[in-house]
């Protein structure tokens, strides 16, 4: 079992208690506290489990919402859990087919069972097609235990649910023991309900940070029960995620003004990325962000979050002309091509990786530095999905620099801010943000005590890391000014607003203010 916290070790029991009473459990926590850990743990639990009563060999699913996060999910994991086979959405390995072992497999199985100091002569080349009982021979281990690693490995599949909605019945006989849905928040969609509807009995485990969503519709016809881990807050204090900088463009600035004259929604009741791409993808707008850039992260590693395909590649390429080592990268960068890049952004060798949502969820580099918000949201799951990019602790990481150039502070506070998960877990609050007309009366008291102003510019500094402890200190002691600019539904059960009733009419209609922190 991989190394747990004690955070994640209670997690956990509470998972497994809860799983005693109803099978099925949402997980709520932050992003960069260690879901993989704990889902690691899960599934060698299920899978080590010796009180199996059906006569069925115990599988684990992990489904995801894109094709692409299969990959990526299979890299974070295979640190954790026994080494993973050539599973993909597409392909089931059985665990007699040894041919098909990879090189970091390889490397995964020496690692656990030979000799540490031999590592290095598995550490072949990427092209290598070496059979692996060539490589048994080479390298002196034994073939009965890759076989019964690959027999483990066999027992879990990485699946996108857009190939299950395909290939049901080329795994009609497959009985999975546990279903994991990764990014649960997006579990809403027909297709997962069909998972329930097969598999009845299977454990369902879903994990996300946001638990919520922008059209008020909660996770219950789902899932039984919600488990929250610890606030952003808290996990901060303790010292188990990064303490940062958060600058913001200003209430009177030019970027604001034409974010506040958005008008459009897009289905999913965001702003319409047609009428964003036409406002602020223009030169003024990514001289902007490089000025920003250059003035709060200069030199540092960062991602940038961008509106579109098109709105990405400008600014990589003005940053590049700037001499910013910066690279787009976007859902039409091939596979190939999207590794490399991520493999030499990891290196250090590319400094900045401007993104359209491709990296804002299962994305794992702790050294990040910096993130950059070049593209207005709605969408409270977004911003905290993004900012959680930089918000794990790296070794020579002082803080991380929050760059909110499309003044998501204003609609959502400070990452640090409390949450509601269990009222929107239910559906008794949305994850969507008042727009900034609606919302102009409860933004004018999210300011810090600490604000820092400096001269007429478009940024102010809302944040300072030196700084953020004794705020967190303060809001736990209920001294926190910041007010949730989030929409209220009516209480299913009781008819009230949100958890608590207090309304104040600004005369552009009523505002729940229920939700102070």
Not at 393 to 407: R, T, Y
């Amino acid at each position: 079992m991989a190394y747990l916290r004690d955070y994640q070790t209670d997690i956990m029991a509470r998972i497994i208690d809860e799983w005693q009473r109803c099978k099925s459990v949402m997980v709520q926590m932050p992003t960069g506290t260690g879901k993989t850990r704990v889902l690691a743990a899960l599934v060698n639990e299920e899978l080590n489990d010796k009180n199996e009563t059906t006569g069925r060999t115990r599988s684990v699913w992990i489904v995801a919402h894109r094709r692409e996060l299969v990959e990526q999910i299979k890299e974070t994991v295979n640190q954790f859990i026994i080494g993973l086979n050539r599973t993909t959405f597409h392909n089931w390995v059985k665990p007699n087919d040894v041919s098909q072992l990879t090189n970091a497999e390889l490397r995964f199985i020496r690692h656990n069972w030979g000799k540490p100091n031999d590592v290095s002569q598995l550490d072949c080349d990427k092209r290598c097609s070496t059979p692996i009982n060539k490589h048994k021979a080479n390298h002196n281990f034994p073939l009965s235990i890759i076989n019964s690693q690959l027999s483990y490995a066999s027992k879990i599949h990485v699946l996108s649910i857009q190939w299950l909605a395909k290939h049901w019945e080329d795994v009609k006989d497959e009985m999975p023991s546990l279903i994991v849905i990764d990014e649960a928040h997006h579990a809403l969609a027909d297709t997962y309900a069909e998972l329930w509807r097969r598999y009845p009995e299977a454990k369902k485990l879903g994990m996300t940070a946001t638990p919520c969503r922008m059209n008020g519709k909660g996770f219950t016809d789902l899932f039984d029960k919600l488990i929250s881990g610890w606030s952003i807050a808290e996990f901060v204090r303790r010292g188990y995620l990064s303490v940062f900088d958060y600058v913001s463009i200003r209430r009177e600035s030019e970027e604001q003004r034409l974010i506040n004259e958005l008008k459009r929604r897009g289905t999913d009741g965001d702003y319409q990325i047609k009428e964003m791409n036409e406002k602020l993808n223009r030169q003024t707008s990514i001289e902007r962000l490089y000025d920003a850039m250059k003035r709060y992260a200069d030199g540092k590693k960062g991602i940038v979050y961008a509106i579109s395909i098109e709105h990405a590649r400008n600014i990589a390429e003005y940053y590049s002309r700037r001499g910013v080592k910066a690279v787009a990268i976007d859902s039409r960068t091939p596979r190939a091509t999207r590794k490399a890049l991520v493999d030499d952004f990891k290196a250090g060798r590319i400094k900045v990786m401007v993104n359209v949502d491709v990296f804002s969820e299962g994305f794992d580099c702790p050294d990040v530095e910096f993130v950059q918000m070049g593209r207005p949201t709605l969408s409270l799951a977004k911003y905290l999905q993004q900012v959680g990019r930089g918000l794990r602790m790296s070794k020579g990481k002082d803080a991380c620099m929050l760059i909110d150039n499309v003044g998501l502070y204003r609609v959502f506070g400070l990452p640090t801010r409390e949450r509601d998960w269990q009222a929107m877990f239910e559906g008794r609050m949305t994850g969507k943000a008042e727009t900034e007309r609606r919302g102009r009366q409860l933004a004018a008291t999210a300011r810090t005590a600490d604000e820092e102003t400096i001269g007429q510019d478009e940024m102010e500094v809302v944040m300072n890391h030196e700084r953020l402890l004794t705020y967190i200190e303060k809001a736990k002691d209920g001294d926190e000014t910041e007010a949730k600019a989030l929409t209220a539904y009516k209480d299913k059960r009781s008819g009230t607003l949100g958890p608590e009733t207090r309304q104040e009419n600004n005369g552009e209609g009523a505002i729940c203010e229920g939700f102070l922190t």
